[in-house]
Each structure stands twice: as structure tokens, then as C-alpha cells.
């Protein structure tokens, strides 16, 4: 690029930034001006425009100040390599932002079975505490079944998001409803509930017993933080549930 050189105010007009902000990413060694004149005047490049732009695209990813000096000492130099990586990183940013709205959607489609207990908003909150920098999936499946997951995702529409919303917002009410009238799980009712809940779950793992397995372990360690919406007495009901249902279909 040419090594035009732009005085602060100039360069902060160019980049669509205040000269407030330059001042302060200088004073913390973020974005150092390539010269200092001999008036004393900072003076930026091109050049500066492109770590500028990386600092931008990162605060914008919700890292802080040391984070993003931590990754720019990393950063690649090459231009086109630094757009792939923040692209891929904005990639998982919109992933989670997917998953929090399809927590928020859950909650919501509650509330036409009744108003939601305030607890199930914790897991709203849990969705959107998530890293997004990190890869969740990767803590309870393979390599080889988050490669299937994402394959799978690519096809899985806001249709399908909201069609399997309200699927699993009617069996959780009726489980609900089924463990306030303490049913026993060998009723033919509380039977119907566990037959559609493994149906669900069967869509979901496809039978690939790895992922199944993943699923139990996600269960446990996210879900089981918080109350679950169908309270104690669901969660105790819908598991003998299940236990009868899978018996009488091995047989």
C-alpha cells in the first residue's frame, strides 16, 4: 500500500473512528502511529488502517483490550488470512447468536401452555454466557460427530427451529401437567409423553450412539445447573418414564 501518511484527525476521519478513540488505543499500545513528526504530530498509514480494522473487528466479537492485544501478537500479517480468521470468528458469533435466540424462542413458547417459571430463563442466560470463542459442541462430541452436527446445521432452517420448538413445548407441558396430577410412569398417558420424547430425541442422534451419549453428557453438566421447567417432579417423571418405554421396546 502507499505509505501516504495521515495526521490524527485525518486518519480518524478516514476510519470512521473518533480522535479520542486513536489516542486511547496509542495509550495502551494497541495502535501505535507509524511516525512521530518532528512537531510532535502522530502520523498513521494505510498500514495502520489494517491492524485498526482487526482491533475493530475484534472489540466488535466482544474480546476486551487484552485479549485483542493478546491476538494481535498472533494475528497473521497477510491481509487475506486476517479477514478469513475474523471471518470464521464472526462465523461462531452468529452461531451463538442463533442459539440464543432459539433459547429465547423456547421460553417464549412456553408461555402458551402457561406462564414460564422464571427459572427456565436461566437457561437464556447460560445460552447466552456461553463463549462463542470457543467451540461448545466439542466438549461432549468427537471431532468426527461435531463434523456431522455442522453438516446437519447447514440444512436446519428457522422452520425446522421453530416447528421442533413447539414439538418439545407440548411434550414438556403435558409432562408438566401429567406430574402435577402424580401420575404413575407406567400410565398409558404419561407412556404417550415418553414415547414422543425419545422419538424427538431419536431425530436428533439419528442413531449414532456417540452423539447420544454426548447428549446425556450435555444434559448433565449444562441443564443440570439449572431448574428445569418441568420441575423435580417431571424430571423424576419423565426418567422412570423413559425407563419403561426403552424396556418395552427391546422386547
Keep these: 500500500m502507499d505509505r501516504k501518511h495521515y495526521r490524527t484527525g485525518e486518519f ?3 476510519a470512521a473512528v473518533t480522535v479520542r478513540t486513536l489516542r486511547w488505543y496509542d495509550r495502551v499500545g494497541l495502535l501505535k502511529p507509524s511516525q512521530v513528526s518532528d512537531a510532535g504530530h502522530r502520523l498513521y498509514t494505510d498500514h495502520d488502517l489494517i491492524r485498526l480494522e482487526q482491533i475493530l473487528a475484534l472489540k466488535f466479537l466482544g474480546l476486551s483490550l487484552d485479549e485483542i492485544s493478546q491476538f494481535l501478537q498472533k494475528e497473521p500479517d497477510n491481509i487475506l488470512d486476517s479477514l478469513a480468521r475474523q471471518k470464521e470468528m464472526m462465523k461462531e458469533q452468529r452461531h451463538h447468536l442463533d442459539r440464543v435466540i432459539r433459547a429465547i424462542e423456547w421460553v417464549e ?4 401452555y ?6 427456565s430463563l436461566i437457561h437464556v442466560i447460560q445460552v447466552m454466557q456461553m463463549e462463542p ?7 461432549y462430541y468427537t471431532e468426527e460427530q461435531v463434523q456431522k452436527l455442522e453438516e446437519r446445521q447447514k440444512h436446519y432452517t428457522e422452520e425446522d427451529a421453530m416447528r421442533d420448538a413447539a414439538r418439545w413445548n407440548e411434550v414438556i407441558a ?3 401437567r401429567l406430574a402435577e396430577e402424580d401420575k404413575d410412569p407406567a ?3 404419561v407412556q404417550e409423553v415418553a414415547r414422543r420424547w425419545w422419538g424427538l430425541i431419536q431425530e436428533f442422534i439419528q442413531g449414532d450412539k456417540g452423539i447420544f451419549k454426548g447428549l446425556n453428557k450435555m444434559y448433565c ?8 421447567p418441568y420441575g423435580e417432579k417431571g424430571e423424576q417423571l419423565i426418567q422412570r418414564a423413559l425407563e419403561i418405554y426403552r424396556a418395552s421396546q427391546d422386547k
Excluded at 114 to 119: C, I
Excluded at 221 to 228: A, D, G, I, V
Design 12 to 14: 480518524a476521519s478516514r
Design 109 to 112: 413458547g412456553l408461555s402458551r
Design 114 to 119: 402457561g406462564k414460564p417459571e422464571w427459572e
Design 133 to 139: 470463542k470457543k467451540d461448545w459442541w466439542k466438549k
Design 174 to 176: 403435558d409432562l408438566k
Design 187 to 189: 400410565d398409558p398417558q
Design 221 to 228: 453438566s449444562e441443564e443440570s445447573q439449572c431448574k428445569k
